[in-house]
């Protein structure tokens, strides 16, 4: 049982109600880590935002952002989103189980542009541990067309996802 209430989608007024009409609306559900963070209206809000930002105006694809909440997911043994991010893959884009378990094996395994997957490896890589981030990193990313700004985005979604997983576990929203 949940430590914190949340409320209810049938229960939802005001922004916590936009917010879940937003993603109901995008997904066809209301994921329990937006439920949890129905607690704070106003940081639901800023999330939808973020959500927003990065469908309209960010130059990741849907595809990208999607391996990267996968892949940090399993990292951070966050099975909620592991398991809500494969089947966003396969319903949403269009991949395999076959073709999500090879990217659960290897990343470079992804079935992205080139580009994608070297965003990816990166993400992953200071994921794992931000002191391995290197110039040379950057220099790579960018010769294959990425700005600082797809750069910082892409490493920003694997962080959140962190954030996410970790208050997810704390208030036991899964159980």
């Given at each position: 049982?949940?430590?914190?209430?949340?409320?209810?989608?049938?229960?939802?007024?005001?922004?916590?109600?936009?917010?879940?009409?937003?993603?109901?609306?995008?997904?066809?559900?209301?994921?329990?880590?937006?439920?949890?963070?129905?607690?704070?209206?106003?940081?639901?809000?800023?999330?939808?935002?973020?959500?927003?930002?990065?469908?309209?105006?960010?130059?990741?694809?849907?595809?990208?952002?999607?391996?990267?909440?996968?892949?940090?997911?399993?990292?951070?043994?966050?099975?909620?989103?592991?398991n809500l991010n494969q089947t966003i893959l396969k319903d949403?884009?269009?991949?395999?189980?076959?073709?999500?378990?090879?990217?659960?094996?290897?990343?470079?395994?992804?079935?992205?542009?080139?580009?994608?997957?070297?965003?990816?490896?990166?993400?992953?890589?200071?994921?794992?541990?931000?002191?391995?981030?290197?110039?040379?990193?950057?220099?790579?990313?960018?010769?294959?067309?990425?700005?600082?700004?797809?750069?910082?985005?892409?490493?920003?979604?694997?962080?959140?996802?962190?954030?996410?997983?970790?208050?997810?576990?704390?208030?036991?929203?899964?159980?």
């Amino acid at each position: 049982m949940p430590l914190l209430e949340t409320v209810k989608p049938e229960d939802a007024q005001g922004k916590v109600k936009e917010a879940y009409d937003f993603f109901n609306g995008m997904a066809g559900m209301i994921p329990l880590p937006i439920q949890m963070v129905s607690t704070s209206p106003d940081l639901l809000s800023n999330l939808i935002d973020t959500v927003k930002y990065y469908v309209n105006e960010s130059n990741l694809s849907f595809s990208l952002l999607a391996h990267i909440r996968l892949l940090v997911a399993k990292e951070e043994d966050y099975p909620y989103c592991l398991n809500l991010n494969q089947t966003i893959l396969k319903d949403m884009g269009g991949l395999s189980q076959e073709q999500v378990d090879a990217v659960l094996e290897d990343e470079g395994q992804a079935s992205l542009e080139e580009k994608e997957v070297e965003m990816l490896k990166f993400v992953m890589k200071v994921v794992k541990d931000p002191a391995m981030s290197e110039m040379s990193d950057i220099s790579k990313l960018r010769e294959l067309g990425w700005t600082d700004k797809d750069i910082y985005e892409a490493v920003y979604e694997g962080f959140l996802m962190i954030i996410r997983g970790m208050t997810f576990k704390t208030f036991k929203m899964g159980e």
